[in-house]
C-alpha cells in the first residue's frame, strides 16, 4: 500500500512541473513575442526596391508590390548577367584597281575561248633569285590567286583588246572592277586609234619638247630636255648602276638574245621612258641587244631624232617609240 501512494505522489509531482514549464513557455512568449518577430519596415522596402515595372521580373510577375521580394533575394540565386553584345562581323573584303596590275592582254576575238590576260597583284616583288614574273595568265572564268584577299572570290570575267573585267564576291557583296593597260603598253596599231594618229605613222605635230618625259598623243614616249641632260651626264658606270641588266639567253642555242632589265628606280626618269623590271631589250633601231657597251655606245652615238626600243614584256614582243629632243 505505501509503495503506491508514493508513485501517485510522484507522478502529480511530475505532471504539476510539466504543466509549470508550459504555462512559464506561455508566459514567456506572450511577453517576448515582439522580439521573436520583428515588424519590418514595408514601407521602408519598397522605397528602397523602387516602384515601376521591372525590366527583368524572371518569375515574379512585373508587379510594383514584388520588387520588394525580389529586393529580399529569399532564393539566394543570383540573376544571370546579360551577355555583352557581340561585335559586328568584319566588312567584306572588296577589290579595287589597286589590288591587280593588268600587265599583258591576249585577246583572239569576241567570246573566244583563247582570250587571256596576264594579271600581276599589285603588292608582288620578283624573286631576285629567279627569272619567273610574279603573276599568271588567266583566261575568263578562272580564279584568281591574290595572297591579300584572303577567302575572296576572284575571277576573270571578260577580256578585251586593251582591258578586262574583274568579278568578285558572291551575292550582294559582289562587284566589278575594270582593269586598263597602259598606253605604252599597247601594241602601236591600238595605241593610233586611240589618239587620234593613223597607224605606222607618226606626224602628230609636236610641240616644244617638255622638260620631263612624256607620253604624247602619238603614242611615242617625247624625252624631257632635262631628262636628256641628265641622261648625258652618266658616266657608263653610272647608267649601268642606275638600270642594271643582265644577259638574257636562249634556253635552246644559249645564245644571248638580249638583256635583261633588273630593276628601275621609281619616280626616276628611267621609270618615266615606260621600262620595267623584267623587261628584255630585244633591240634598238633594229641593232641587236646583245652587249650592254655595244648597247650605250649605239645610244650615244645616235643622230636621229626617234629610237625604236623592241623589248619583251611577259613573253610578248612589243615596240617602245622615243622622240628626242
Excluded at 5 to 27: D, E, Q, S, T
Amino acid at each position: 500500500m505505501v509503495n503506491e501512494k508514493l508513485l501517485r505522489l510522484l507522478l502529480a509531482l511530475v505532471g504539476l512541473a510539466a504543466l509549470g514549464a508550459l504555462g512559464w513557455r506561455i508566459y514567456d512568449y506572450a511577453t517576448q513575442r515582439p522580439g521573436y518577430f520583428p515588424v519590418a519596415d514595408l514601407r521602408r522596402l519598397q522605397e528602397s526596391a523602387g516602384v515601376g515595372p521591372r525590366a527583368d521580373p524572371g518569375h515574379l510577375l512585373p508587379f510594383p508590390e514584388y520588387a520588394v521580394i525580389e529586393k529580399l533575394n529569399i532564393t539566394g540565386k543570383e540573376k544571370p548577367k546579360a551577355e555583352a553584345a557581340k561585335p559586328p562581323p568584319p566588312p567584306s573584303p572588296r577589290l579595287s584597281e589597286k589590288d591587280l596590275q593588268l600587265q599583258y592582254v591576249q585577246y583572239v576575238a569576241a567570246d573566244s575561248p583563247n582570250n587571256a590576260a596576264y594579271l600581276q597583284p599589285s603588292d608582288a616583288r620578283p624573286d631576285e633569285q629567279s627569272s619567273d614574273i610574279p603573276g599568271d595568265l588567266y583566261r575568263v572564268g578562272a580564279k584568281i590567286s591574290l595572297p591579300s584577299k584572303q577567302g575572296l572570290d576572284v575571277r576573270l570575267l571578260e577580256v578585251r583588246e586593251e582591258s578586262v573585267t574583274i568579278g568578285f564576291g558572291e551575292g550582294p557583296d559582289a562587284g566589278r572592277v575594270e582593269l586598263t593597260m597602259a598606253a605604252h603598253d599597247l601594241p602601236k596599231d591600238v595605241t593610233d586609234p586611240l589618239f587620234g594618229g593613223n597607224p605606222g605613222t607618226s606626224s602628230t605635230v609636236i610641240q616644244s619638247a617638255p622638260k620631263e618625259t612624256r607620253l604624247n598623243e602619238a603614242g611615242e614616249f617625247e624625252i624631257g630636255s632635262s631628262d636628256a641632260e641628265y641622261f648625258k651626264s652618266l658616266s657608263q658606270e653610272q647608267l649601268l648602276a642606275a638600270i642594271p641588266v643582265r644577259s638574257e639567253r636562249d634556253r635552246f642555242s644559249n645564245e644571248v638574245r638580249g638583256l635583261r632589265i633588273q630593276s628601275v628606280p621609281d619616280n626616276s626618269p628611267f621609270a618615266r621612258l615606260g621600262l620595267r623590271a623584267d623587261d628584255v631589250v630585244l633591240a634598238v633601231n633594229g641593232v641587236a641587244a646583245v652587249s650592254r657597251d655595244d648597247l650605250l655606245q649605239t645610244l650615244r652615238s645616235t643622230n636621229a631624232k626617234s629610237i625604236e626600243v623592241k623589248i619583251e614584256r611577259l613573253g610578248a614582243a612589243r615596240t617602245l617609240y622615243y622622240r628626242l629632243p
